[in-house]
């Protein structure tokens, strides 16, 4: 059984920044792809960015292209959320999680193409 820790959420004033991280409990992170997913109250659960296997490739949300970096470190297990620039629209509950099947970054960033999840990081974004 695969098992994601979510870490790293907080309070933060907007402009600030913070580094979430994921830390998987299992060999079979490294021949998948990881992504970040957000759920503000009251709204469905949204795709931020995803990483490929290797790291090679990443994909960004459009809302947070430019302030936000995902990257993964495969000896350690985990996988990283680096946030800069935050803004109150920022405020969520923030999820990592593993692609279903090993190789490419899911295509279509949908909740669908994840199997395990992590069990959240709150993030508040102060004006």
């Known amino acids: 059984q695969v098992q994601l820790v979510d870490s790293g959420g907080g309070l933060v004033q907007a402009g600030g920044s913070l580094r979430l991280s994921c830390a998987a409990s299992?060999?079979?992170?490294?021949?998948?792809?990881m992504g970040w997913f957000r759920q503000a109250p009251g709204k469905e659960r949204e795709f931020v960015a995803a990483?490929?296997?290797?790291?090679?490739?990443?994909y960004n949300e459009d809302s947070v292209k430019g302030r936000f970096t995902i990257s993964r470190d495969n000896a350690k297990n985990t996988v990283y959320l680096q946030m800069n620039s935050l803004k109150p629209e920022d405020t969520a509950i923030y999820y990592c999680?593993?692609?279903?099947?090993?190789?490419?970054?899911?295509?279509?960033?949908?909740?669908?193409?994840?199997?395990?999840w992590g069990q959240g990081t709150q993030v508040t974004v102060s004006s």
């Open positions: 299992e060999r079979t992170f490294n021949p998948y792809a």
């Open positions: 999680a593993r692609a279903k099947f090993p190789g490419k970054v899911p295509g279509t960033g949908q909740t669908s193409d994840y199997n395990y």
């Open positions: 990483i490929s296997w290797n790291g090679a490739s990443t």
